[in-house]
């Protein structure tokens, strides 16, 4: 089994900062790409930003220039770095990660539950 647990969602005004991390943990033999979604009430869960392996990243046009992703393979955690937050960046934050349990073993797909994150004034 692997399991992610997500933390530092919050409540932050408009321009603030905050940073979400992933840690996962249980069998896991190798982790290829993770990467942190959103989904906000009412719209589908998008990709906010990806990271690869060797540490390739992806953003979103929406939050180019405003949000950092970072992992470290030697722990298995991803961070988000989120700076000038904007209301529109209002949504549930999740962890995905593509893992292996076992040597020559595809990787699977696995989700974190979630963490909030409002921006309001």
């Known amino acids: 089994q692997v399991q992610l647990v997500e933390s530092g969602g919050g409540l932050v005004q408009p321009g603030g900062s905050l940073r979400l991390s992933c840690a996962a943990s249980?069998?896991?033999?190798?982790?290829?790409?993770m990467g942190w979604y959103r989904q906000a009430p009412g719209k589908q869960r998008e990709l906010v930003a990806g990271i690869g392996s060797g540490g390739s990243t992806g953003y979103a046009d929406s939050v180019k220039g405003r949000f950092t992703v970072s992992r470290d393979n030697a722990k298995n955690t991803m961070n988000l770095q989120m700076n000038s937050l904007k209301p529109e960046d209002t949504a549930v934050y999740y962890c995905?990660?593509?893992?292996?349990?076992?040597?020559?073993?595809?990787?699977?797909?696995?989700w974190g539950q979630g963490t909030q994150v409002t921006v309001s004034s």
């Open positions: 995905n990660i593509y893992a292996s349990q076992r040597l020559g073993v595809p990787p699977d797909s696995y």
């Open positions: 249980g069998s896991i033999f190798s982790i290829a790409n």
